[in-house]
């Protein structure tokens, strides 16, 4: 199935540092998700972005929606060691018979170093 | 606040055996969704319930692959004849009209 192209694939960084990662589609989408998922659990939203353009933070997370609406980036401040896992972004189309479903990137693994 | 409760989280079963997995999405979400998520991937959609009416069906979901919800509740995915490509995470997500999906830990799923 379609999913969207999300980079890095991994990164492997120092407590403290900052980290970003994104996400490109040739499709357009109405919303985008950033998701992160530990293992043995389901993913766990982050941050949900609604307009073109718009930016938004949730504490040392930013995130914005491409201007063209077929992009995505997230990045991370002052990592620490809680945020190892696995990010992934999601392109949400409500319009047509799309239903809202989800495409997913194919994620990005991250390591923190302490 | 419950959020999305999936059971089993694991099971284990021989090839062409059946399985059921039950999704009990958040009391006041309308919209229900299944996903399967691979090692290595991101989660891909299966199929979505509005209330009791399934709406939406992937092609990933074969003719042995059956969904429901029936009261507009809790949800039930039944694989039949199970085959050893069916080894991977099957994710539940719930959301209301507008807002954004919220998903269940999964039931892993095995197949010897």
């Known amino acids: 199935g379609q999913q969207l192209n999300q980079s890095p694939q991994s990164m492997f960084i120092q407590e403290g540092e900052d980290v970003s990662m994104n996400c490109t589609s040739s499709s357009i989408f109405n919303t985008w998700l950033w998701y992160k998922q530990e293992p043995g659990e389901g993913p766990v939203l982050l941050i949900a972005l609604y307009k073109a353009g718009e930016l938004t933070s949730n504490g040392r997370l930013t995130a914005q929606f491409g201007i063209t609406r077929k992009d995505s980036f997230l990045n991370i401040s002052a990592s620490i060691p809680s945020d190892v896992g696995i990010y992934f972004c999601?392109?949400?189309?409500?319009?047509?018979?799309?239903?809202?479903?989800?495409?997913f990137g194919q994620g990005t693994i991250l390591t923190v170093h302490p | 606040d419950t959020g999305v409760s999936q059971d089993p989280r694991h099971k284990i079963t021989k090839r062409g055996q059946n399985v059921t997995f039950r999704c009990d999405p958040i009391s006041e979400h309308n919209r229900l969704y299944w996903y399967r998520q691979t090692l290595g991937q991101g989660p891909e959609f299966l199929t979505y319930f509005q209330n009791e009416a399934q709406l939406e069906k992937s092609r990933l979901l074969s003719d042995r692959f059956s969904a429901e919800r029936p009261k507009g509740s809790f949800s039930t995915l039944e694989i039949q004849r199970t085959e050893q490509g069916d080894s991977a995470m099957y994710l539940c997500a719930s959301s209301s009209q507008g807002q954004p999906q919220h998903f269940g830990d999964g039931t892993r799923l095995s197949i010897l």
């Open positions: 999601a392109g949400q189309d409500a319009g047509g018979t799309s239903y809202g479903k989800l495409t």
